[in-house]
């Protein structure tokens, strides 16, 4: 047979190709049902992304319009339903500023050590289930036994474990039980062991670090550019945390430090957040040392805070009070402003606009996540597709708080 | 070629292929079990089937009535010369099910109360104590035994003359009997009336698994490519079930040649030699029948060849299955398993210098004269370990099937018993490999001084302890120890599963070929320039070097015996609950003055 040597142009030897297109998501198992990536592949490598948010819209924002200030709670508890507690805190803080009106100091502690409870948790289901979505399945079910320790002690001051619902405008839905302070201290040197033994687990591991170490990095500069804030923002250097530069209730008295990154990788996302969960537990210590045991949480103006049963049952004062309030919700003068504070992923800003009758005129929400996940094309695109895996992870993306 | 040999090679296939697939279903359980004592949390153990008592007072008995019968009735048959060994095997399996029966008793009278006096009295001491005892008391058996042997031996005809020494061993072997239908009788009798719950540990969960699969729909996209489509998983499960055929169980088996036709018949399969010779090889006029499936002097290379095919089952599914996401898990799949095939060959190539021989039997008895592999090529096992794992797809290599990433893989679009055969497969691979790795470097079915002909343990040339026994109870323990070895090879591997994250594809293939390949090549020059040294060195080194060869088969004597001991307390330790939290519903609930009202009752 005759050897096969035609001269042939590389181009002709190679058989046509075009990027293939897969669809990641929403049902997809890294995408946690909440998002749509349209991905364009050469190989394994990304080379055109398409991030589809707004498969969790519930029109949050109407639905606030439609029932007293009070009856806004529930679904604010369901915006980052990772740590509904600092959602239901910055809420309150929103209305309350509205009010011009200010807490007692034993609730503002009080609210300081729920929310970080929260932020706790928020940050150990994001870790964990990063860790989780890169194989490692262990840490995560570790973390979520820490959170269940929380959890229990959430349960037991509001009542339920996961969408309390337990702030309010003015003070707290209950008083705080008469061992929380014993709980808390119990619980949360329980929580650091067990994040110590799973980050053993992760941190020590050549494969864990060599998937999120220099994968997804972000600039500072982009990601200033971009609105980024929280967790996020931090690991890429810049030191901005709501807490510490506009300091909101008491975080003003306590010492914590605000941990920074300095390439912005999935790494010091983890990182970032693995050393926060520290400086929460410093802040609790701190909080609970100077919370007084007695005293009320709420403030003491009967147009706000509902009267106790006993007086709704006995004085005619308290059933009027009581009837004002539920039925026609609180009154919050005509006006609008803006407040925010440092959730779970980051800053989370309430605009609320009020028309003077007991009903919100308008709930603008300035969820965290929304401003994150603008940047998460250019952190993917180029990386290869394992990477989408612990970079989706790594921003945290709740459906509930972007798809606003 | 007979009709017993042919007999013979189908119980093999069978004892094969059952121990696969039962071990498949029962890795996967354990895989689930044992992530969950890791995680802290439930895992599958509550599938139950009913029986009626008598059927499991049945299941203990009969076998029970079938071991006494088999200890009771030949230890009356002489065999001159082998008394002491016998009495000593008998009189040990008497006190290893004594105590061991005791310490059921105590650990289920304490957990569910006691029925009468004698159950009070053995619950009166912790499980662990009988364990100890127990160990007490066979090392004090076994020296006594030894004792009266070198009495017997130093008064020759007191003893024997008389027949004390052949009643004796009859003596034993009725002991042992009656100690195994005592308990069994006392077991049978705890048996409740009515229907009996059987759990076995929680491994019927597998059996529940499995159920499940069959009935579930067969769903096949529309436009996959149907021949293909069905044919993947039995492509898949194929090479995994194959493969094993040249994994020697145990030690080959000597039969007696009883009608002189020179060939094996079923009168021959009657009569095992009482004894096997110390080499291994079966005495002239013996019929050798070997413990493997196929007894192929090409060995590894067809657990290479066959292992190679494996890629294509997994690539097929990826194509026919009409799904992007499973495209990638095949095209992974094959680029992996085709890049670490190559690792695997060369990292093994050091150890077949050494041994010179790549038939697995001939492995098998070389690491029994001299020392296990992973003492002779350690670098070798932990490369192999790693092409292994990468080989059959398993944590941290998974990536053909990493779910978070490409959904599952080649096996995405898979429903019913075509997903449970791969899923069946993956895990019949995956005990393979362990066998693989036991076979090549933990010694296969030897174990550390037991030679074929008896337990001896000794160092280069001194001998410390020796006791003769026969071929069956050699062949025994082999089997036991084989198949032992490689259900604790896949206990360890899991840990591996539940521990690492993942690769991502252009590391993994970076490991494979720029760090696993240049390590096996450079441990393949290393062992050359070893072996070459040592065949040329003096008969002094060669001694120095059987010596050490001993000393780390007693390390593996040491260190199994600890780990068995450490294993068994650790199991039998008190469980205590802990309360980390000071709060809870139902402590709330409490300080409220009520419980918490279930309809489950718990």
Redo the contacts between chains.
């Keep these: 047979m005759e050897p096969l040597d035609i001269e042939l142009d590389d181009g002709e030897l190679e058989l046509p190709n075009e990027p ?1 297109q ?1 669809n990641m998501g929403p049902a ?3 995408m946690h049902g909440t998002v749509r990536m349209v991905v364009d592949l050469s190989g ?1 490598t990304i080379t055109k992304v398409d991030v589809q948010i707004g498969y969790l819209h519930r029109g949050f924002e109407k639905m606030c319009e439609r029932g007293t200030w009070t009856q806004v709670f529930p679904y604010v508890d369901r915006l980052n339903y990772a740590s509904p507690m600092l959602n239901n805190v910055g809420f309150s803080l929103a209305v309350e500023k509205m009010l011009g009106v200010s807490v007692p100091e034993r609730c503002q502690h009080y609210r300081v050590v729920l929310g970080e409870l929260a932020r706790i948790c928020d940050h150990m289901v994001c870790s964990g289930a990063m ?8 840490p995560f ?2 973390f979520a ?1 820490a959170r ?2 929380i959890w ?2 959430f ?2 001051e509001t009542g339920a474990r996961v969408t309390h619902s337990f702030g309010r405008v003015g003070g707290m839905a209950q008083e705080p039980t008469a ?1 929380f302070k ?2 808390v201290r ?2 949360v040197p ?1 929580v650091l062991a067990l994040i110590a033994d799973g980050e053993k ?2 941190l020590a ?1 050549r ?2 670090l ?2 999120v170490e220099n994968v997804g990095v972000m600039s500072k500069e982009r990601a200033i550019a971009l609105g980024w804030t929280g967790v996020v923002l931090r690991s890429t250097g810049v030191p901005y945390d709501v807490r510490k530069v506009h300091p909101y209730l008491t975080y003003d008295r306590y010492d914590f430090d605000v941990p920074v990154g300095t390439s912005g990788d999935n790494f010091d996302r983890f990182m970032c957040r693995q050393e926060e969960i520290r400086q929460s537990a410093r802040i609790i210590e701190q909080a609970l040392e100077q919370m007084a045991d007695e005293g009320s949480v709420n403030i003491d103006d009967p147009r706000i805070v509902l009267p106790p049963k006993e007086d709704v049952y006995s004085t005619i004062e308290g059933t009027i009070q009581h009837f004002k309030i539920i039925m026609e919700g609180i009154k919050v003068p005509a006006g609008e402003c803006y407040s925010y504070t440092e959730a779970g992923n980051g800053e989370l800003g309430f605009y609320i606009v009020s028309d003077g009758s007991g009903t919100p005129y308008r709930i603008r929400i300035r969820p965290p996540c929304f401003a994150t996940m603008q940047g998460v094309e250019e952190m993917i695109v180029g990386g ?6 612990p970079t989706f992870g790594s921003v945290n993306m709740i459906g509930g708080e972007c798809d606003h | 070629m007979t009709w017993a040999s042919l007999v013979v090679s189908f119980v093999k296939v069978l004892v094969v292929v059952l121990f696969l697939l039962n071990m498949a279903a029962i890795s996967v359980w354990l895989d689930r079990r044992q ?1 969950a004592m ?4 439930v895992g599958p153990n509550r599938a139950v089937v009913y029986v009626g008592s008598g059927l499991v007072k049945m299941f203990l008995m009969v076998p029970a009535v079938l071991i006494a019968g088999a200890l009771a009735v030949p230890m009356w048959t002489s065999m001159p010369g082998l008394e002491i060994a016998r009495m000593t095997q008998a009189v040990e399996f008497a006190i290893l099910v004594g105590w061991f029966s005791l310490l059921v008793l105590s650990s289920n009278v304490r957990r569910h109360g006691a029925d009468n006096g004698f159950d009070e009295a053995v619950a009166s001491l912790e499980p662990r104590s009988y364990f100890y005892g127990g160990l007490a008391v066979h090392v004090f058996a076994a020296l006594l035994l030894q004792v009266a042997s070198a009495l017997s031996r130093s008064a020759p005809g007191s003893l024997s003359a008389s027949g004390g020494v052949a009643w004796g061993t009859g003596l034993s072997g009725s002991f042992a009997a009656a100690v195994v239908l005592a308990s069994a009788f006392y077991a049978s009798a705890k048996v409740p009336d009515g229907k009996v719950g059987i759990r076995l540990a929680g491994t019927l969960h597998a059996v529940a698994d499995a159920i499940k699969l069959i009935w579930k729909e067969d769903l096949r996209p529309k436009n996959a490519d149907k021949l293909l489509y069905a044919m993947a998983p039995l492509l898949a499960m194929f090479p995994a079930l194959v493969t094993f055929a040249v994994i020697p169980m145990g030690s080959t088996l000597c039969f007696q040649d009883v009608d002189k036709n020179h060939a094996l018949s079923f009168v021959d399969l009657g009569h095992l030699a009482n004894f096997a010779d110390r080499s291994g090889f079966c005495a002239v006029g013996q019929l050798p029948v070997s413990l493997a499936v196929a007894d192929l002097n090409v060995g590894l290379l067809y657990v290479f060849a066959i292992a190679g095919t494996g890629i294509i089952g997994a690539a097929i599914a990826g194509w026919a299955s009409d799904n ?2 499973a495209l ?1 898990g095949g095209l992974r799949a094959t680029s992996q398993m085709v890049s670490y095939e190559v690792a695997m060959g060369l990292s093994i190539t050091g150890l077949l210098m050494v041994v010179g021989s790549v038939h697995m039997q001939e492995i098998v008895n070389w690491q029994g004269r001299h020392a296990w592999g992973i003492f002779v090529q350690p670098v070798a096992f932990f490369l192999f370990l790693a092409a292994l794992v990468a080989e059959t797809k398993r ?2 290599f ?2 053909p099937e ?6 599952a893989g080649y096996f995405l679009e898979y429903s019913g018993m075509k997903f449970g055969l791969f899923f069946l497969g993956e895990y019949a691979e995956f005990v393979f490999s362990s066998a693989l790795l036991v076979t090549l470097f933990f010694g296969g079915y030897h174990l550390p001084f037991v030679d074929p002909d008896g337990l001896r343990i000794s160092f280069g040339a001194t001998n410390l302890y020796e006791l003769k026994l026969s071929h069956l109870a050699v062949s025994l323990l082999h089997i036991g120890a084989f198949f032992g070895k490689t259900i604790v090879m896949t206990w360890l591997q899991v840990f591996i599963r ?10 993994l293939m970076k490991l494979g070929w720029t760090k696993l390949l240049p390590a096996a090549l450079i441990n393949i020059l290393v062992t050359g320039v070893l072996v070459l040294g040592i065949d040329g060195a003096s008969p002094a080194v060669h001694a120095g070097l059987q010596t050490l060869a001993d000393v780390t088969q007693a390390l593996v004597a040491l260190g199994g015996v600890l780990a068995v001991v450490a294993l068994i307390t650790g199991l039998l330790e008190p469980t205590k609950h802990k309360r ?6 139902a402590g ?1 609930a409490l300080r409220a003055g009520g419980v918490k009202a279930t309809k489950m009752g718990a």
Excluded: C
């Excluded at chain 1, 290869?384 to 895996?389: A, F, K, R, W």
């Excluded at chain 2, 990493?402 to 959904?407: P, T």
């Design positions: 293939m897969v997809h198992p890294a394994e860790a989780m979505e890169l194989g490692a399945f262990t079910l570790w036994k269940e320790l229990d002690v349960e037991e061992n014993s709980m119990a619980a329980a687990l992760l591991n494969i864990f060599d998937r290869m597709l394992p990477d989408v895996v | 992530s890791l995680q802290d949390r992007k996401w990638l944590v941290p998974d990536q990493g779910e978070s990433e490409i959904i539940w521990t690492l994250p993942r690769f991502r594809y252009d590391q980390v939290a000071l709060s809870s519903s709330y």
